[in-house]
């Protein structure tokens, strides 16, 4: 019997489920049923998640991504990922846009950032999670070391709120993906990590995140969507979304939140 070969795209694997569907066992018609009407819940749920969901066994779920052509659940599950991801126009395209409308003037874009700006923090004065901000401070304050990553836009923050930390006097490590080492070993029990990480999300900080919820170690995730990457009991999510202008996206809020959290913490700690 010839190999299935695997869905390469969302629209592949939805067209293979519906060709399967009728022909499956009951158990594993009832993973295509769920997963055809939820097919982007696959990006940020595991195993047991899913297949509690569905009402059937983990082993069915793994045997049904087999069946569809999947070595297992995880390729899946990068499939969803890679496909659903948000396409954003390219730094090219966004200043041809702005051209075009006529808001390419210093005086014009720097009067947008500033409204943009100003409707992101107070969105954020008025949607802030109070319980899980003060969790996340004394998660920190308690905290040995803190690890601080954010790649690409989130790497303005994450260096930021590193440099807080230090003028603080609150041990930290900032990690970077230099020669793609992660310095995931330098995690120990005690320590805290804070990821930041915006959709379409950071490969390399969602590893480091999800390795500190393996070990066990407190992650407190700044992100800017309530669907979250990774899931687990050690997360703190604090969720920040910024208004952008012409498809660019400052950080006002995200900063201003990291701050917040490196003061309160270092006031918390001084305790």
């Known amino acids: 019997m010839d190999e299935v070969r695997s869905p390469e795209n969302l629209e592949e694997l939805t067209d293979r489920i519906a060709q399967l569907q009728q022909t499956l066992p009951k158990r594993l018609r009832q993973c295509a049923d769920y997963i055809l009407q939820n097919t982007h819940e696959i990006a940020f749920s595991t195993v047991a998640e899913i297949s509690e969901r569905a009402n059937v066994q983990p082993s069915a779920v793994m045997r049904f991504c087999q069946v569809i052509g999947f070595g297992g659940y995880t390729d899946m599950q990068k499939l969803v990922r890679q496909t659903i991801q948000p396409k954003m126009p390219d730094y090219n395209e966004r200043i041809q846009n702005l051209r075009e409308s006529g808001d390419d003037s210093p005086t014009a874009i720097l009067a947008e950032f500033v409204e943009a700006g100003r409707k992101s923090l107070e969105q954020l004065s008025a949607t802030v999670n109070e319980a899980s901000l003060e969790q996340a401070v004394e998660t920190l304050a308690q905290a040995q070391l803190i690890h601080v990553v954010g790649m690409r836009r989130a790497y303005p923050v994450a260096s930021y709120l590193s440099y807080a930390f230090e003028k603080l006097h609150i041990p930290s490590v900032l990690h970077g993906g230099g020669g793609r080492l992660t310095h995931a070993e330098a995690m120990r029990e005690g320590d805290a990590l804070v990821a930041i990480t915006f959709a379409p999300y950071s490969p390399e900080t969602i590893a480091l995140a999800d390795e500190a919820v393996s070990r066990g170690l ?41 701050i917040s959290l490196a003061v309160a913490t270092g006031a918390r700690r001084s305790q």
Request: proline share 10%; hydrophobic share 50%; aromatic share 4%.
């Open 218 to 258: 407190p992650v407190i995730l700044m992100s800017d969507t309530p669907s979250l990457p990774i899931k687990g009991t050690s997360l703190v999510p604090l969720i920040v979304s910024e208004i952008d202008f012409g498809a660019f996206r400052s950080l006002s809020a995200t900063l201003s939140l990291a």
